[in-house]
């Protein structure tokens, strides 16, 4: 068993019982001390292993490809919400999907939420299939694919999974 399991996770414990102090007194110093290595130890056997990112370079890239698309559907919702309503075409999609973890399969889902005009509704519970729902949907397969390429096969590939 290792002193320090979760070494940054310590390291934070340490300095922000000391700046929610506001002191670096002796006595303050031995109870960050305390709960620096307690808490870390405690809490150790309660926490998931989640998959490594194994291209970090390419996980930066994905935020920024994310951030970018978030904007665009902005333009693209803001137009469609503009327009009669009688243009919108609503509906579900039962996407699959191959990633295994359950970081991964987060991470999707909440990429297709933060995205405007997409929501995750439901994972299935084999884990195989996502349930999204879209604000207008011209194409189900269309969107199966732009799924499965610009967001699953990225994370993949960060993952390995």
Known sequence: MRVFPMPFHSLLLFVVWLLLNNSVSAGHIVLAAFFAIAIPLFVNGMRDEHPKILKPWRAFRY?????????????????????????????FVAVPINIRSDLGITILASTVSLTPGTVSAEISKDKQWLYVHALHLEGEADLIHLIKTRYEAPLKEIFGC
């Open 63 to 91: 935020v920024l490809m994310v951030m970018r698309d978030i904007l665009v559907a902005n333009i693209e919702v803001a137009w469609l919400i503009i327009r009669p309503i009688k243009h919108l075409e609503p509906g």
